[in-house]
């Protein structure tokens, strides 16, 4: 496998896999670090802050990978989504991110508004 990793911006990457290009956002936090990709926001946390974390087993929430303006929330309580869908779209720096369910579930909580600027590691939905 051949991986090359190139700066876009403040924050954006390009990352190609074997030839495949993919454009990665970043965000960090004194904890850790926000990543983007492919539709998929995951968190990078420094190992100490795990061990002290609290969890809740079974609970994703859906945060916000970077300051943006909430376009769309295509889901509501209770609403029953699948792994990859699109629960949220974002709008930052004039790029549309959509936010996707890491897994089947439902939705227990909506945390954010069409229209609202969310910041950084804001949770905006979640999935149980």
């Given at each position: 496998m051949k991986a090359d990793v190139a700066a876009i911006g403040p924050g954006v990457w390009r990352v190609t896999i074997d030839g495949k290009a993919t454009t990665v956002w970043t965000?960090?936090?004194d904890a850790g670090m926000w990543v983007h990709a492919d539709g998929r926001v995951h968190y990078l946390a420094n190992e100490a802050d795990v061990r002290r974390?609290?969890?809740?087993?079974?609970s994703h929430d859906l945060s916000a990978p970077m300051p943006a303006t909430v376009r769309a929330v295509l889901v509501e309580v209770g609403a029953q989504v699948h792994a990859g869908d699109t629960v949220v779209t974002l709008e930052a720096m004039k790029?549309?991110?959509?936010?996707?369910?890491?897994s089947d579930g439902t939705i227990t909580a909506v945390h954010c508004q069409v229209g609202e600027l969310v910041q950084a590691g804001v949770p905006l939905v979640e999935i149980a």
């Open positions: 965000a960090v936090d974390s609290r969890t809740r087993s079974g790029m549309e991110l959509a936010l996707r369910a890491p």
